[in-house]
T-cell receptor, first 114, second 112 residues
Framework: DVKVTQSSRYLVKRTGEKVFLECVQDMDHENMFWYRQDPGLGLRLIYF???????EKGDIPEGYSVSREKKERFSLILESASTNQTSMYLC?????????????FGAGSRLTVL | QKEVEQNSGPLSVPEGAIASLNCTYSDRGSQSFFWYRQYSGKSPELIMS????GDKEDGRFTAQLNKASQYVSLLIRDSQPSDSATYLC????????????FGTGTRLKVLA
């Protein structure tokens, strides 16, 4: 089975701190995604990547950056965390099949910014 | 207009009834559609995919697609309390893009 592993299940950070969320997948998937999920707002796409060193903005990229130096790893970076970034963050990966990707998700990282 | 629209619910149905979940999308170029189920506190998991107009059945689940109306639905027959979850609709995107977005999801409650 494809496994998508997110390094931290729960994090508590302070406003202004730099936050790294790590995601690793073990099935050689080309595509990787970062979403945040908030009650009533569903899953919102932050960034995605279809290849090493490639990245594209999703619908809500402001306040976030990403890094994909290796195929299996996709990192989400909050340069200066703010309280409105308190959320559940979900990483996902898929094969590169344009228009027909099937996503496999990690368990999620719940971030609280105080 | 939102790219993907779902009624947030909750949709409450009695055990054994048919649950009908609906989704509309704006991208006419979308070729494939997916339904994911998300239990409370868990990550989404794929339950159905559909690529052609018409119906696709898998056990108690039936996905229906109407590309002309930009409408996709999920029917759950003989609903069970274990089907209580949030159901997310995701168009697969137009050819040439890997962007993958979801509807906000419909929360289904099956009452025993």
């Amino acid at each position: 089975d494809v496994k998508v592993t997110q390094s931290s299940r729960y994090l508590v950070k302070r406003t202004g701190e730099k936050v790294f969320l790590e995601c690793v997948q073990d099935m050689d998937h080309e595509n990787m995604f970062w979403y945040r999920q908030d009650p009533g707002l569903g899953l919102r796409l932050i960034y995605f990547s279809y290849d090493v060193k490639m990245k594209e903005k999703g619908d809500i990229p402001e306040g976030y950056s990403v890094s994909r130096e290796k195929k299996e790893r996709f990192s989400l970076i909050l340069e200066s965390a703010s309280t409105n970034q308190t959320s559940m963050y979900l990483c996902a990966s898929s094969l590169r099949v344009a228009g027909a990707n099937v996503l496999t998700f990690g368990a999620g990282s719940r971030l609280t910014v105080l | 207009q939102k790219e993907v629209e779902q009624n947030s619910g909750p949709l409450s149905v009695p055990e054994g009834a048919i649950a009908s979940l609906n989704c509309t999308y704006s991208d006419r170029g979308s070729q494939s559609f997916f339904w994911y189920r998300q239990y409370s506190g868990k990550s989404p998991e794929l339950i159905m995919s559909i690529y052609s107009n018409g119906d696709k059945e898998d056990g108690r689940f039936t996905a229906q697609l109407n590309k002309a109306s930009q409408y996709v639905s999920l029917l759950i027959r003989d609903s069970q309390p274990s089907d209580s979850a949030t159901y997310l609709c995701a168009p697969g995107g137009t050819s040439g893009t890997y962007k993958y977005i979801f509807g906000t999801g419909t929360r289904l409650k099956v009452l025993a």
